[in-house]
């Protein structure tokens, strides 16, 4: 069946649209991190809870704290002043990958088409499926939707459209523990009033550039021509132009998400510091970290990015193409400590460091220069082998950079036993602080 509108002349939205000639739905848990722990400790359901106690800032929150008015980043003085009854815990990123990893594996049983959007968001293809499950795709969604509450203990908003960029403003429509359905012929009526700065890709810039051009909505974005949005905002501006009038540009990309345009890592301490040696420490901390974990993905790094955040939460940063891709945290030390040392300010106090990896490419057989010291690369992807066997055996950054040991000296800012995650302090039989088993604890009374 087609819906039919009178569309004036051929630049206005055409919408001659099935209902489903795709189905894309987008799944957003609602703040994932802290409804974990709400999940895992039951007495804290319904009370706002918060996340950042060992950074000292409100690094997620749930629902009960916004309505508060705490927001992200909010220093955690500033939030007992707003909500003195905060439950205030430390960040369990290991817990919460592995509810990560049980969310997608939920997802899977219905389609094997499943996007991992970050850890906490995916798209899922539905198409061809109604005749498999025998129901509308509203109500295959909907079961997704409810299996994952039901065996998550978390709530999840769907939206459910006929491509990515709908079905993910679809989503956001209705938070928390929203469902929202975009069909084909629903599109004028959604578009209407709908502003561009919901559409993702379209950020601050893209959107005060489109209003100089009189567009506040997408309705008004979507009908006016192509030609004049793609030299407005180029490829990309194109793109979502096609997106949003029903046209598929962006398919949805099986499994994890692999080829990232780039990799970060940081780290926030409290209470701020201006010891020089302690804030390197912590910036080639990042690096070491960084790196790691861009060895585990099989990627090498062309350029690199380091920044300082100061105790008023101003930054500054500094940027270096690598003379070759590297996989090597020796390789980028030496430039990291360089760029610091031009970055740091003695009369500043200092509260978070922060390295992103970019350039990033698989790690497949180089074609050496000329001039290249091919012995010297080669030793060091030695060393790189070495650092991960004995760390994947004795606990991440057992075998570390030098400069990073006097990390150990500085204890007064790592926090206090109770800044550790729960699960980090009830270790099971055989468990270390640096490795467990994978599984969550849940912190129920019997």
């Given amino acids: 069946m087609q819906s039919s509108v009178n569309i004036g002349s051929p630049e206005n939205y055409p919408l001659m649209l099935r209902s489903f000639p795709r189905a894309i739905a987008h799944i957003d848990c609602d703040a994932f991190f802290s409804s974990i722990e709400q999940s895992l400790n039951p007495s804290i359901k319904g009370k706002p809870v918060i996340t950042g106690k060992e950074r000292g ?4 929150m749930s629902y009960e704290a916004r309505d508060r008015g705490v927001t992200r980043g909010m220093r955690l003085y500033e939030v007992k002043k707003l909500c003195p009854d905060a439950v205030i815990l ?3 990123y290991e817990t919460y990958s592995l509810f990560s990893k049980r969310f997608y594996g939920i997802l899977r049983r219905f389609t094997p088409d499943v996007e991992e959007y970050s850890i906490d968001e995916a798209f899922v293809d539905l198409s061809g499926l109604r005749r498999l499950y025998h129901a509308p795709y509203e109500v295959i969604a909907m079961q997704i939707k409810e299996t994952l509450e039901r065996e998550l203990g978390l709530t999840v908003s769907v939206g459910l459209s006929i491509t990515k960029s709908l079905a993910k403003i679809a989503s956001r ?6 469902f929202t359905c975009v069909r084909g012929y629903d599109l ?26 009189g567009i506040n909505t997408v309705w008004e974005y979507v009908n006016r021509p192509e030609v004049f949005v793609r030299k407005l905002l180029g490829k990309v501006g194109a793109e979502l132009w096609q997106e949003l009038r029903g046209d598929a540009v962006y398919r949805v990309m099986k499994g994890e998400n692999k080829h990232q345009a780039s990799l970060s890592k940081t780290k926030t301490f409290t209470p701020p510091s201006h010891d020089k040696d302690f804030v390197r420490a912590q910036m080639l901390r990042n690096t070491e970290s960084a790196f790691i974990k861009l060895r585990r993905h099989h990627l090498r790094a ?13 930054s500054r940063g500094l940027y270096a193409e690598l003379t070759r891709s590297t996989g090597s945290t020796l390789d980028a030390a030496v430039i990291v400590a360089g760029l610091f040392e031009k970055l740091y300010d003695p009369r500043v106090k200092y509260r978070r460091t922060g390295i992103v990896l970019s350039s990033l490419e698989i790690d497949k057989e180089m074609q050496y220069d000329l001039f290249q010291d091919v012995c010297r690369v080669k030793k060091l992807e030695t060393i790189s082998r ?3 066997e004995v760390n994947q055996t004795y606990g991440k950054h057992s075998l570390h950079l030098g400069s990073t040991d006097l990390l150990n000296r500085f204890a007064h800012h790592l926090g206090d036993r109770g800044d550790v995650a729960l699960r980090k302090q009830n270790l099971l039989p055989g468990e270390t602080f640096r490795r467990r088993v994978r599984l969550p604890v849940w912190n129920v009374k019997v």
Avoid: Q, W
């Fill in 386 to 388: 070495v650092i991960d």
């Fill in 57 to 60: 800032i409100a690094a997620a």
């Fill in 173 to 178: 429509e209705n938070k928390p523990s929203g």
């Fill in 90 to 92: 430390p960040n369990d």
């Fill in 188 to 213: 004028n009526s959604f578009l209407k009033s709908m502003p561009v700065s919901r559409v993702c890709g379209l950020g601050p810039n893209s959107s005060a550039l489109l209003a100089k051009h």
């Fill in 302 to 314: 062309g350029s690199v990015s380091v920044y300082l955040t100061d105790h008023e939460f101003k």
